[in-house]
């Protein structure tokens, strides 16, 4: 704790600091990181009594009390006494910072008090114009809840303060620090005094560019949005991992790692020795893609697999001479041919679907024209997704099958329209991504190789059909 207790007032060079150069896209920020600060060195901190080191978990049961959400979703005003529920105004001009809005603005009615607030305000005010920060409706900006936002927005400000270095990091816990900063460093700051995100995670690259050029507010309003299906509910539990597995990427020797995980396909926990190579999001959660020990009942030494991070029960780093890794992934160790995540990549992009440790195969769909025109001419799906006529589609299950089941299945095309859509694409067998998808086109997609494919679709159709007519 540093002696005296941190009280420095949100001066612009201050927040112009936190914000790591760029105060006018991250004033709001800035402003949480100065209220951090008075509750981690300030008087305040006697107040919350965190623990030594603390987890973003431990802050917000301390500071945000019981019966703030533990979910992802954005907090309403359940509780007056919350700090979820306090304004800018509430924080910026409480005296002491442990006032609630009510009684800030109790507050305002007295007219000592009043007159001090309103030359504090109009003193901040002038400091905005002046360094062209002003929005342009300021009352908007003091109204602004400054806690109200989600889980994963208030601990991104913990990565931020160990940035800063206000805060030592180790994995996912923080340790507060015995000297304070001088100078806290920008980072990322251009010649033009603008915040940079490398943006290569984004496999999309039309999307790093749109993310590129509107991430940042435009005249203080935020207009670039990215809106992914999440199914994730155990959020601690997936923040815990990744921080564990970043802190294991950030070694100069990656170690093989025993994972403890629930195998949906076997509904039962599981132990696999890995090499963890990185995280994927992919659909509707991340993945951890661990190249090592397979499932019981696989044929291989060695292969990939992805591991869904809430799934995960445990995570034990190992040395690379521990008798638990297997011999194969000790070779390749030794011999420095690890795999890497250059390698998932190239695999994606040879087949649709996730599971690129899967075999590769052809898939060649009709759809009616009508749907074709709405729907999938003139979209991406895949590298190899593409448009064939009529024609080849013929040709291409006479390549694919012989005797009966070819003729069986020239028929099928035969009796189908030319004038339809038709398209061939590589995918993974048994990917679950790709068969959502396919599903999701039902009724109006018809899949005509490979013929395993097409007799389980007919399957699963004729137990819908079930569903509705007994």
């Given amino acids: 704790m540093l002696n005296p207790p941190w009280s420095e007032p949100p001066s612009v060079e201050l927040l112009q600091s936190l914000a790591r150069g760029n105060l006018k896209q991250q004033l709001l920020q800035a402003l949480r990181l100065w209220v951090w600060l008075h509750f981690l060195y300030g008087e305040a901190a006697t107040k919350l ?6 987890g973003y978990a431990d802050w917000r049961d ?14 309403g005003l359940h509780d007056w006494q919350c700090f979820c529920g306090k304004t800018v ?12 809005q009510l009684e800030w603005e109790t507050l305002l009615r007295d007219s000592t008090f009043a007159s001090q607030v309103e030359q504090q305000q109009q003193q901040f005010a002038d400091s905005l114009r002046r360094h062209h920060l002003c929005p342009d409706n300021l009352q908007k900006l003091w109204e602004t809840r400054l806690f109200g936002l989600t889980r994963r927005a208030l601990a991104a400000d913990l990565s931020v303060l160990a940035e800063l270095q206000w805060l030592k990091r180790s994995g996912h816990l923080y340790y507060r620090v015995s000297d304070r900063p001088f ?18 995670f984004l496999t999309q690259p ?10 940042a507010r435009l005249q203080g309003q935020q207009r670039f949005f990215v809106h992914v299906e999440y199914v994730i509910t155990k959020i601690d539990r997936v923040d815990e991992w990744q921080d564990r597995l970043r802190t294991l990427w950030e070694q100069k020797v990656i170690p093989p790692i025993l994972l403890t995980y629930w195998n949906a396909s076997q509904q039962q926990t599981l132990a696999a020795v890995v090499y963890p190579v990185c995280i994927y999001y992919y659909q509707r959660g991340p993945y951890l893609c661990g190249f090592g020990e397979l499932p019981p009942g696989e044929t291989k030494q060695l292969d990939w697999r992805n591991y869904r ?20 992934l000790k070779q390749r160790y030794r011999t420095g041919t690890l795999p890497t995540p250059d390698e998932i990549q190239l695999a994606m992009a040879e087949a649709w679907g996730f599971d690129y440790y899967q075999a590769a195969l052809m898939l060649l769909l009709r759809f009616d024209r009508e749907w074709d025109d709405r729907y999938i001419r003139n979209t991406y799906r895949h590298a190899t997704f593409k448009a064939v006529d009529y024609q080849t589609a013929g040709n291409l299950i ?19 329209s030319p004038g339809d859509a038709y398209y061939r694409a590589t995918y993974r067998q048994n990917d679950p991504n790709v068969m959502q998808r396919l599903r999701a086109w039902r009724p109006r997609v018809e899949i005509l190789l490979p013929v395993e494919l097409r007799e389980r679709a007919a399957r699963e159709v004729q137990q819908e059909w079930k569903l509705y007519h007994e």
């Fill in 183 to 200: 100078t806290p460093s920008p980072v990322g700051k251009t010649d033009a005094g603008l915040i940079t995100y490398n943006l290569e």
């Fill in 49 to 54: 009594n965190l623990p030594e080191p603390f």
């Fill in 309 to 328: 991070l809430d799934r995960i029960e445990s995570i034990e780093p190992l040395s690379w001479e521990s008798a638990r890794v297997p011999p194969a």
């Fill in 89 to 100: 105004a509430a924080w910026l001009f409480s005296p002491n910072l442990n006032l609630t």
């Fill in 398 to 416: 006479r390549q694919t099958l012989k005797g009966e089941q070819r003729e069986a299945m020239l028929k099928v095309w035969r009796a189908r």
């Fill in 206 to 215: 039309d999307l790093a560019a749109i993310a590129d050029n509107l991430s």
């Fill in 62 to 75: 301390a500071f945000l009390g019981e019966t703030h959400t533990k979910g992802e979703e954005k907090p």
